[in-house]
Structures are given as C-alpha cells and as structure tokens.
C-alpha cells in the first residue's frame, strides 16, 4: 500500500520535531563533535560524493542544463576541502544557545531577560547547490535546530550522499540523525510536486521556512540572521 506524500511529510515534521527537542538541550562538546566528525567525513569520503555528484552533473549535461547553474551544481575536491573546513570553522563559532543578552527587574521584583533559543525545525528549501546542504545543515546544528533539506532535484544523487555523511556524524556524537532530513527533496521528486505545495510539511509543525536567496554564503553572516531570526520570533511571543 502506497503511503501518501502528505502522510510521509507529517511523519517526517514529526519526527524533526522530536529530534530538535533533544538537539535544544545538547551539550555544546556534543554538537562540536558532530560537526568535527562531519568534516573528517567529507574528507574520507570525497570520492564517494563525488562519484555522486558525478550522476547529477551527467543527467543535468543531458538535459542541457545552463552553464552557471551546471558551476553551481558540480562539486570538486577544492569545494569539498572548503565544505569541510566550514564545518570546523563553525565548531570553533561561541554556542549562544542559553546566552542571555539582556535582564531587568519589574517594579515588583520580577526579573526579566532575553534568552537566546532554538527556533526548533527549520525547512530550508535551496537550488541545486550541494554545498548548501552542508552550510545549511551545520548551521542549523550549531544554532540547536533541526532541519528538513529539500535541495533542487538536480542534486538529489549528490545531496542523499551528503546526508548520509550528516546523519552518520550525527549518531557518532550521541545526537539524533533525524536532527538533519533530506529526504523531503526525494519524496517531492517521485510525487513532482513543487516546493510551494509543501501544505501538508507546514500544517504538521509549522516551521520556519527559508529559501535560497535568505542565506547568505558567509558562515558569520548567516550565523547573524538566524539569531535575528530568533530575536523576532521571541519577541512576537513575548508581545502575545
């Protein structure tokens, strides 16, 4: 019996959503680990990912894919180099998961402050660009956020062996592989649906929704707007 892509996207929010309740309340030592172990991972195995990307960049040449969106799509050993040394970059990045920015006293003694939290599950839709499953996906760790990774279909070969790397460094560091989900970007392939008739992924557990062009392709900067993410989020909560 064929399960439905509205029940298969539910099940996979859900399964973000309990994931990012751990990953909220991971040892920072925990998520280190994770990303260092991803990083010696995209070393070790570079020629396996790149025998991957070397299907997408095969069909996306057959297809008569454009020249700057093929550059985009292919990965060589110097992007790979620099893939992993974004991950340890970002390792070495303060965790500001708990940090509290400001505090004041009410008139009545009660003590207020500004915490920094995860957002919980983020839905990163991006083009295909396997990289950016990597920055993506590190950052939202970094930051205590699970994220569903729904890549262009283009990249499907090259973002399912980058997930796996994910995954495996994950469940090295004694955090949860559903922390990081690519395989929203396989289920809207086989169903052809678009990225813009994901209803039933956003009523599941309403995530925050990114697109490509809202992340920006510098560790530091991005780190910035998902913390201002953050603040505004915080404080429409705190406004209810």
């Known amino acids: 019996m064929t399960v439905s892509i509205e029940l298969q996207m539910e099940q996979m929010g859900q399964r973000a959503k309990k994931a990012a309740r751990v990953l909220s309340a991971a040892a920072p030592a925990a998520k280190t680990q994770a990303l260092r172990a991803l990083a010696a991972l995209l070393i070790e195995r570079q020629p396996d990912i790149l025998k991957a990307n070397a299907l997408d960049v095969d069909a996306a040449k057959a297809a008569n894919m454009d020249a700057p969106r093929l550059d985009r799509l292919t990965l060589t050993p110097r992007i790979m180099a620099d893939m992993a040394d974004a991950c340890l970059h970002v390792a070495e990045m303060a965790d500001e998961v708990g940090v509290i920015e400001q505090q004041w006293q009410r008139p009545n003694g009660l003590m207020i402050g500004k915490m920094r939290i995860p957002l919980g ?33 283009e990249a499907l070969h090259s973002n399912t062996a980058l997930a796996a790397l994910l995954r495996q460094a994950l469940e090295e560091a004694g955090l949860p592989a559903d922390v990081a989900d690519d395989k929203l970007a396989a289920l809207c392939h086989m169903f052809r649906e678009r990225a813009g008739d994901l209803k039933a992924l956003a009523e599941s557990f309403r995530p925050l929704l990114v697109s490509a062009d809202e992340l920006a392709y510098d560790e530091k900067a991005c780190a910035k707007n998902l913390t201002d993410a953050s603040k505004a989020h915080l404080n429409a909560v705190a406004e209810l």
């Open 121 to 153: 599950v983020i839905a990163m839709i991006f083009e295909s660009r396997p990289n950016v499953t990597i920055d993506a996906a590190i950052l939202c760790l970094k930051a205590g956020d699970a994220v569903i990774l729904r890549g262009g279909s």
